[in-house]
């Protein structure tokens, strides 16, 4: 199985800043990658689809690079409703893996 | 709005069995692939099975594989997790998720989520 691995595992923060996720893949995944953010007690919200592709409804805030083994999620500007769980998802291959996720808090 | 409904979970003891359902409205459940991902309390994603949009076709995480059967019945727009041989390392809540779009595997709507908690 593909193994997916990200930093930091968590990170503080203030509202305002540039926040920058690095997910790091075992192997080549082209760009079969997805961004996930998860509030506490909710599910999961797609953000990014295809490394850099943005979905529909996400501000613009949010932005994805990367390509091959190694992608970015960045947040240019964080607001407040920002602080959650970030995980990556490869959707190159079965089984599916994540991230282990990170946390994203205020500081 | 697309929607998507998950029941079945709850209480159960080691080694016995249980089945998930995941009610779907809203889209055109038929065309559309489907997974199940779980979340252990206070760890991260765990993707576990999909199924395409036929059924023909299905995958499993090494966790689960010959314990899960992932299944759909179009007829009633419902996708299923049969569940079996349960243990503690199963306690989670599982949420059903419908792709993006035919051939990729975007998750781009999730249910709520349904609680398993395994033990005796």
């Known amino acids: 199985a593909i193994q997916m691995t990200q930093s930091p595992s968590s990170l503080s923060a203030s509202v305002g800043d540039r926040v920058t996720i690095t997910c790091r893949a075992s192997?080549?995944?082209?760009?079969?990658l997805g961004w996930y953010q998860q509030k506490p007690g909710k599910a999961p919200h797609l953000l990014i689809y295809?490394?850099?592709s943005l979905q529909s409804g996400v501000p613009s805030r949010f932005s994805g690079s990367g390509s091959g083994t190694d992608f970015t999620l960045t947040i240019s500007s964080l607001q407040p409703e920002d602080f959650a769980t970030y995980y990556c998802l490869q959707d190159y291959d079965y089984p599916l893996t994540f991230g282990p996720g990170t946390k994203v808090d205020i500081k | 709005q697309v929607q998507l409904v998950e029941s079945g979970g709850g209480v159960v003891q080691p080694g016995r069995s249980l089945r998930l359902s995941c009610a779907a409205s809203g889209f055109t459940f038929s065309r559309y692939a489907m997974h199940w991902v779980r979340q252990a309390p206070g760890k991260g994603l765990e993707w576990v099975a999909v199924?395409?949009?036929?059924?023909?076709?299905?995958y499993y995480a090494d966790s689960v594989t010959g314990r899960f059967t992932i299944s759909r019945d179009n007829s009633k727009n419902t996708l299923y997790l049969q569940m079996s041989s349960l243990s503690g390392d199963d306690t989670a809540m599982y949420y059903c998720?419908?792709?993006?779009?035919?051939?990729?595997?975007?998750?781009?709507?999730w249910g709520q989520g349904t609680l398993v908690t395994v033990s005796s």
């Open positions: 199924i395409s949009h036929d059924g023909s076709t299905k």
């Open positions: 192997q080549d995944i082209r760009n079969d």
């Open positions: 295809a490394a850099s």
């Open positions: 998720a419908r792709v993006r779009d035919n051939g990729v595997e975007d998750l781009q709507n």
